[in-house]
């Protein structure tokens, strides 16, 4: 299976809102409705920010949405803050022998 | 809380085999959930090497797949990592996770559905 496509790259300002895609397939991001969204800043470990599309686990900023349409699902953030600027994976369940698939990641770069 | 700590040699020979170990605290591997390992090339993005269930059961990925095995040891509370053949293509952060798997008692999906708790990842360097 082929890794999920993201941009490599967006960028915004402060207090803007931004949105990074992932598009995959109806064997995984349209199959079902577990796509799942990872922070990473640099020289640390990914940070869960949203799963099953767009539940936010326990102590991520509302700021963080997820939602899905097909085969692309997105990740939005708004009120965008310098803490921000991280690269954003996606991850989705693919029900096959291989069920979990990640993204190539989003490096977001806030202005 | 859940932590996850990866230990294991961070060099490894050329055509050696690459082994690691995730030890969980807070939380009973016994009790459920997939415990899994994801790596990260210097400077690339997170690949999924696979994931395994409390009883045994294992999913891998497909291309790692003829040089991959996890075990995991309940009685330890720990899950461990094998990738034989190395090659420097293997250098990577290597990172251990907990992924629950069902979304109710009767709906489950195999292998794991997310990532929700990381360790803080290993470096393992191949030399030649």
Known sequence: QSALTQPASVSGSPGQSIAISCTGTSSDVGGYNFVSWYQQHPGKAPKLMIYDVSNRPSGVSDRFSGSKSGNTASLTISGLQAEDEAVYYCVSYTGSSTPVLFGGGTKLTVL | QVQLQESGPGLVKSSETLSLTCGVSGYSISRGYYW?????????????????????????????????????????????????????????????????????????????????????????????
């Open chain 2, 36 to 128: 899994g390992w994801i790596r990260q090339p210097p400077g690339k993005g997170l690949e999924w090497i696979g994931s395994i269930f409390h009883s045994g059961r294992t999913y891998y990925n497909s291309p790692l797949k003829s040089r991959v095995t996890i075990s995991v040891d309940t009685a330890r509370n720990q899950f461990s990592l094998k990738l034989t053949s190395v090659t420097a293509a293997d250098t990577a952060v290597y990172y251990c996770a907990r992924l629950p798997h069902c979304t109710s008692r009767t709906a489950c999906y195999d292998g794991g559905r997310y990532l929700d708790y990381w360790g803080q990842g290993a470096l393992v360097t191949v030399s030649s």
